[in-house]
Every structure is written in C-alpha cells, then in structure tokens.
Nanobody
Framework: EVQLVESGGGLVQAGGSLMLSCAAS????????IGWFRQAPGKEREQVSY??????????SNSVKGRFTISSDNAKNPVTVYLQMNSLKPEDTAVYYC??????????????WGQGTQVTVSS
C-alpha cells in the first residue's frame, strides 16, 4: 500500500523559507513522477512541482519557478521528496499535498495523495 506522509508545514512571514518533506513508501513500481499540489481556500488545486524517478527531470509552475526547489533522495527507504520554498509570498498560503503518479515521467493525474500539510505565509 502506497503511503505518502508530508511534514514541514507551518507559519512563516513573507520573504521567509520553509522546507516540506514527503516520506513515500509502499511502491511496487519503479517508474513514477512524484511532486506537490496545493490548494488555497476557495481556489482550485494547483500543481506546484514534480520530479521524475527515471532521469530526475524537474518541473515547476510559473508561480513558483525560481523560488521553489524540488529534490528527492531515492537511496532512502522510504523515498523522501523535499520542496524547498524560499521568498515565500502570502499567495503561497495553501494546503500542500504530496502526490505520485505511477508509470509516467510527466505528472498529470496523480494516483496517490498524502494527507496534506498547511503552509501559511503572513504579510
């Protein structure tokens, strides 16, 4: 059974930094894309970033490009994925979800979701 457990959310002032972690376990597949979605109150879920297990390709939404960095440590068990968030803005406030889509290198429609972690950026 796939399990995704996020940690690292919290309250930070605008301009500050946070690092989210996702411990991913229970994979029965070698090829996947793993990353982050977020959802702010009253808004639709937004894809933030992902990394491909095969070649390490990374993707970022325009809203976070240049400020967020995704990385993964595949040598760990469980696999751990990090999202380093710098220069945070109030509009980054949202619940952040770790997600996985299997058998792909481009993450579009996640197969699995974590429980989410709250990130709040105060102005």
């Amino acid at each position: 059974e796939v399990q995704l457990v996020e940690s690292g959310g919290g309250l930070v002032q605008a301009g500050g930094s946070l690092m989210l972690s996702c411990a991913a376990s229970g994979f029965s597949f070698d090829d996947y894309a793993i990353g982050w979605f977020r959802q702010a109150p009253g808004k639709e879920r937004e894809q933030v970033s992902y990394i491909s297990s095969g070649d390490g390709y990374t993707w970022y939404s325009n809203s976070v490009k240049g400020r967020f960095t995704i990385s993964s440590d595949n040598a760990k068990n469980p696999v751990t994925v990090y999202l380093q968030m710098n220069s945070l803005k109030p509009e980054d406030t949202a619940v952040y979800y770790c997600v996985v889509e299997k058998y792909v290198s481009v993450l579009i429609e996640p197969d699995y979701w974590g429980q989410g972690t709250q990130v709040t950026v105060s102005s």
